[in-house]
């Protein structure tokens, strides 16, 4: 029997930093999807990745947050923030 | 990585929630209370019973019919969480409608910043939805109408649906598919909403 294919909605494969630049900017889901026009559902759907944002949304969510789409979006895993920032993986400083 | 940074998809829509598979059951349940209804009715066309046994079939149909109409109403509910409708309507809070006054924002202004058009997730799973029953719902209609057509011709088993009441209540199975299927079908396969978050 072939195997069911585990995911055909667009949304999966699609990586996003959403949440977390939502988070540093001190927005809810409700403001980011008033300014955005969508709804606050779908902030959430985008965040924890089970809906990708169209392309034109996507554009919109760069204008707002005034970055570049690959710091926003990717089809790689995204690196954390925070290891971005200090250069190095807070796990491996953890082990010492 | 930390857990406040979910830069991956998390996959939750391939979880089989609780939340989800509750949603399933409601879903069966509807569709065989309405089954219930048609076999019960069958019986009570077909068999003969005492008048004790009469009213025990006949509050066990009514019961029937109420489970049906109950289900239905939540089946059709979720048409309205999951955008099915062209309105994406949102229930302001009352400190939120309270500023707005406030501000001198009118209560018909207000109304319209609360009901906007569907967002354009919500235009896909209304697409996909209706995609999919149209795939069930065609085969349905046809089955249906050559059973009518051809069935009383060629089978004579009492127990088939023959009589008028029979054949509108299959009848009323087709409209009920065609009215609910797509939103079943969103609720079956819809993730879990996103909760509220405080603000």
Known sequence: MAKRRPETKPGAGIYNRLAVLRADRGLSRQQ??????INYQTVGFIER??????????????????????????????????????GHSPLEATRG | M????PTHPTGSSAEQSK??????????ATYAFY?????LESVRAHVALDSGARRVG?????LAVLAFLVSLVWLVAPSVRYGLSNRSHRQPALAELKALREQGVSAKQAAAMFNRPADERQRAIREHARAVAYQIIGPAIYLVALYLIF????????????SETEQVGLL??????????????????EPDPVPDEAT
């Open chain 2, 172 to 189: 009323v199975g087709v409209v009920l598919l065609f009215s609910t299927l797509p939103a079943a079908v969103i609720a079956w396969s």
């Open chain 1, 49 to 86: 990745g089970d809906y990708a944002p169209s392309l034109e949304l996507a554009m919109r969510i760069c204008e707002l947050f005034d970055l570049p789409m690959e710091s926003i979006f990717s089809l790689r895993p995204l690196k954390p923030l925070s290891e971005i920032l200090s």
């Open chain 2, 2 to 5: 930390s857990a406040i940074e």
């Open chain 2, 58 to 62: 006949l509050a066990v149909f009514a």
């Open chain 2, 151 to 162: 069935a009383p011709q060629f089978f004579n088993h009492p127990w088939l649906p023959s």
């Open chain 2, 19 to 28: 939340r989800r598979r509750w949603r399933r059951r409601q879903i069966i």
């Open chain 1, 32 to 37: 980011l999807a008033d300014a955005l026009e």
């Open chain 2, 35 to 39: 089954a219930a209804v048609v076999v």
